[in-house]
């Protein structure tokens, strides 16, 4: 009988499992309990919600045929019309209207609901359902025009093609215009791209033009020489004389020798400055405490000095509201320059447009003066002689002009010296 009980009771029991890994916690975890609960729950969601929340008129339907029985008194073993479970779609549910996706959801909803039939009457779902599969098949039939490949007429080489409805795979083939920065209608330089030439170039100048044209040569010419000597001045090596150069080597070589009279002041300054150290007496320790007089003092001392300053203070701002006049003549001082530094600015900026900038590492440099002297000046245009070059003058308009930035010739340059190698006739 003992027996018999302890059986029971080890039937009744369940097993225990350890759940330390995640493997074991979903093996012998019991939960089917919660898995028949979210099935119920889906199920409610796909038939349109629980039957507590439905009205009478979504759960029942009446019979209006004329001289039949009514659905709901049928028998003789007749089930009663459900719909069937390929349309259960089409009802609303609580976790969204799902719309469906193919194409004759409609006709079968028509076909099953005939609404020109008074056989029944399955209130204002199938209503909604209907209106609601019109609406999609509208957006359809819109979305696919849209997607369509609309025929263009157009060179699709040319700048711009009018695209407007275009497939969205077909983007990439369109041509779009360039976004233009905003210095691209911009002109660097208010310069003009062809500068008139000097009078006295002409082939058959007056005699003032022409000594005004040498005249600007001359000019260039002279300060070019004028930067050449000063060069030289600054490079130049001055000789000495053999006596200079002696006296030099002396001065040179006894530098810090004991007779040197430098060193000798420089010991001296250092003794006495080691004397006047030593009058100064051992420093006061700071061990020993200050009595209550001393302490006093200081104190004294200190609101002296506070009481000083704030009479200082004091004065100076009624001295500052006595001369409100001062004041006013400073502030207008002060006005006055910023307002000529700022027309100053703006008369440079106006100007900077018809000056060369710095826009690399070399300097705008003039041309030279393309000039003939008197001797060589022709009179007719048979007998003239071409000066200068067509593409280096518009090569220096365009750095003028803030085009392109100056640039000088770059030499060629090997990266490893050659080697030398003594043949082995030459040897012999």
């Known amino acids: 009988k003992i027996l018999h009980v302890h059986s029971t009771m080890a039937i009744g029991k369940r097993r225990k499992y350890s759940k330390k890994s995640k493997k074991n916690w979903r093996k012998f975890t019991e939960v089917k309990d919660v898995e028949e609960y979210l099935e119920d729950v889906r199920k409610d969601e796909r038939t349109g919600g629980p039957i507590v929340n439905k009205s009478d008129q979504q759960l029942f339907f009446v019979h209006t045929r004329e001289g039949g ?30 719309e469906p996706t193919g194409g004759r959801g409609e006709a079968a909803v028509s076909s099953r609901f005939d609404s020109s039939d008074e056989e029944y009457n399955v209130g204002s779902d199938y209503k909604r359902v209907l209106k609601r599969r019109r609406r999609h098949c509208v957006a359809t039939q819109q979305k696919n025009a849209k997607l369509r490949i609309q025929p263009t007429t157009g060179d699709l080489w040319t700048e711009e093609v009018a695209m407007v409805d275009c497939n969205p795979y077909l983007e990439a083939t369109v041509i779009k215009p360039v976004k233009m920065p905003n210095t691209m209608k911009r002109k660097p330089s208010a310069l003009q791209s062809v500068e008139l030439p000097a009078p006295g170039t002409s082939y058959n100048p007056t005699f003032h033009d022409h000594q005004e044209l040498l005249r600007a040569a001359v000019e260039v010419e002279e300060r070019k020489e004028r930067e050449i000597v000063s ?14 150069r002696e006296k030099a080597w002396l001065e040179e070589m006894t530098q810090g020798l004991p007779g040197d009279k430098e060193e000798d002041q420089s010991e001296e300054e250092e003794g006495s400055e080691g004397e006047g150290e030593a009058d100064v007496g051992p420093l006061a320790r700071g061990d020993k405490r200050k009595t209550r007089k001393q302490r006093r003092k200081e104190r004294e001392r200190r609101e002296e000095h506070s009481r000083k300053v704030a009479e200082k203070l004091r004065k100076r701002r009624m001295e500052e509201v006595y001369r409100l006049k001062a004041l006013r003549r400073e502030v207008l001082k002060i006005e006055e320059k910023k307002e000529e530094k700022m027309n100053r600015r703006a008369l440079e900026k106006a100007e900077s447009v018809y000056t060369t900038k710095l826009l690399g590492r070399h300097r705008y440099e003039e041309p030279d003066i393309d000039v003939q002297l008197s001797s060589e000046v022709a009179g007719s245009l048979l007998s003239l002689k071409p000066e200068g070059s067509i593409a280096a003058d518009r090569y220096k308009s365009l750095q003028k002009r803030n085009i392109i930035e100056p640039r000088e010739i770059v030499k060629k340059q090997r990266k490893y010296r050659l080697k030398t190698k003594e043949k082995r006739c030459k040897r012999d």
């Open 69 to 98: 029985p009514s659905v709901v008194a049928r028998r003789g073993g007749r089930r009663r019309w459900k719909p069937l479970r390929c349309e259960a779609n089409l009802y609303p549910s609580e976790a969204g209207d799902l």
């Open 231 to 244: 060069l030289e001045k600054k490079l130049k090596f001055t000789p000495m004389s053999q006596q200079e």
